[in-house]
């Protein structure tokens, strides 16, 4: 089965705090995804990479970074964590590029930002 | 904008009868669309999908249909069942779209015993 595993399932942060999401899949997938859950507005897409060292901007990026040295291992950081920025991450991967290419989720993280 | 639109936030229906989950969308690139279910305090997991080439896809109990000149697409399970409580959210690609997929809001489905 594969596994995208989330780093931490529950955070508490101070506004103007860095932080790390940091999330692994054991599948040699090529895609890696970062997503936010919020109530009335689904999922909205990050960022996402489909190499090593690649990334691009999806929906919405403002205020987050991510990084992606290795291959099974995509990070979400967020520079200054805001008030509005408090919501639940998740982050997916796939095989394939294009319709067909099944996300397979991690169990998501609930980030604070007091 | 809002390119996938699940209108409903909630549905309630009784234990064995049919759950009719609705979506729409507004681009007509979109050619593959998928719906996932997702458990509080888990990640979402992949129920069904259908490529735009057909209008019904069925997998058991679940059953997508896609009419592609309205732009709509339903889930229909039958019967339902208690453990089919969840969020549904639908979700679309589009060609060339370099598997991005664009989700709707979801929608919260209970069944009750």
């Known amino acids: 089965d594969v596994k995208v595993t989330q780093s931490s399932r529950y955070l508490v942060k101070r506004t103007g705090e860095k932080v790390f999401l940091e999330c692994v899949q054991d599948m040699d997938h090529e895609n890696m995804f970062w997503y936010r859950q919020d109530p009335g507005l689904g999922l909205r897409l990050i960022y996402f990479?489909?190499?090593?060292?690649?990334?691009e901007k999806g929906d919405i990026p403002e205020g987050y970074s991510v990084s992606r040295e290795k291959k099974e291992r995509f990070s979400l950081i967020l520079e200054s964590a805001s008030t509005n920025q408090t919501s639940m991450y998740l982050c997916?991967?796939?095989?394939?590029?294009?319709?067909?290419?099944?996300?397979?989720f991690g169990e998501g993280s609930r980030l604070t930002v007091l | 904008d809002q390119q996938v639109k699940q209108n409903s936030p909630s549905l309630s229906v009784q234990e064995g009868r049919i759950s009719i989950l609705n979506c729409d969308y507004t681009?007509?690139?979109?050619?593959?669309f998928l719906w996932y279910k997702k458990y509080p305090a888990e990640g979402p997991t992949f129920l069904i999908s259908?490529?735009?080439?057909?209008d019904k896809n069925e997998d058991g109990r679940f059953t997508v249909f896609l009419n592609k000149s309205a732009k709509h697409l339903s889930l229909h399970i039958v019967p339902s069942q208690p453990g089919d409580s969840a969020v549904y959210f639908c979700?679309?690609?589009?060609?060339?779209?370099?598997?991005?997929?664009?989700f709707g809001q979801g929608t919260t489905l209970q069944v009750k015993p």
């Open positions: 997916a991967s796939s095989q394939v590029a294009g319709p067909g290419g099944e996300l397979f």
């Open positions: 681009n007509s690139m979109f050619d593959y």
């Open positions: 259908i490529s735009s080439i057909k």
């Open positions: 990479s489909y190499d090593v060292k690649m990334k």
């Open positions: 979700a679309a690609s589009a060609q060339g779209n370099t598997g991005k997929l664009i």
